[in-house]
């Protein structure tokens, strides 16, 4: 599976393309019904997000949402908040005006969202510092996930979910591996679709395997319309 993210002035907007199960079908039993929340469709083939514009917040507003969808749009979802430890789970939260479209094209499921930021609670302020983003392709025939980080872990656990910057000045980020061979391969693409030369700072570390982790950083300008290539691979297996 694969997934792209970006956004614009309004709407956060995230794109997943997976193969279909061996079979040719996607297990899709659970049904929309109005603003109900769909707690079944957990054992469908879906799509499962998290995420987290405020992170890093520490007053107002500290909100991350979760939810998964399936096929027909059955939606399950609910917000968390670091601000209420007590009580920090909202299952009656609900994710109401946003965009979703799926098809199967060429073996392939492709599903498209778009989340407005007035839904997830994210302002102006919130774009000036790093997201925490989860993407994950749920399989069920047979059972499997596919997602973003190389490590499983609690999906709503704050400090190992991964950050993305979103901005209109900045270059395109495309992670193209992790891991290689079963060992750790960490090889990112960054872009630059402007019409100007962006000077571009790359730090690739592997905390994730070792600590104390192996990091590299890279200083560079991208120029117009340019692509480089950065490589980290680490001295040890994962």
Not at 55 to 66: E, P, Q, V
Not at 73 to 96: C, F, T
Not at 110 to 126: K, N, R
Request: with cysteine.
């Amino acid at each position: 599976a694969v997934f792209w993210v970006g956004a614009d002035r309004g709407n956060l907007y995230i794109a997943v393309r997976s193969e279909m199960p061996p079979d040719g079908q996607l297990l899709t039993r659970a049904v929309p019904d109005g603003d109900r929340d769909i707690i079944r469709t957990v054992y469908d083939d879906s799509i499962e997000v998290v995420v987290h514009p405020h992170l890093g917040k520490k007053d107002g507003d500290r909100r991350y949402f979760h939810f998964i969808v399936n096929e027909r749009g059955a939606l399950y979802d609910l917000s968390i908040d670091e601000g209420n430890p007590q009580n920090p789970v909202n299952s009656a939260w609900r994710l109401k005006n946003w965009r979703f479209a799926n098809k199967v094209l060429d073996g392939y499921w492709h599903v498209e969202m778009a989340i407005p930021f007035a839904e997830i609670g994210a302002t102006p302020e919130d774009l000036q510092r790093p997201w925490g983003l989860r993407v994950c392709r749920n399989w069920q025939r047979p059972w499997d996930q596919s997602h973003w980080e190389s490590v499983s872990t609690n999906f709503e656990d704050v400090p190992t979910m991964p950050r993305i910057v979103l901005g209109d000045e900045l270059p395109v980020v495309q992670v193209i591996s992790l891991v290689s061979g079963g060992r750790p391969h960490i090889e990112l693409s960054v872009a630059n679709p402007s019409g100007s030369p962006i000077p571009t700072m790359v730090f690739i570390s592997d905390t994730w395997s070792r600590n104390p982790p192996t990091e590299r950083e890279w200083t560079t300008t991208i120029p117009a319309g340019g692509k480089e290539s950065f490589v980290l691979d680490p001295p040890h297996g994962g």
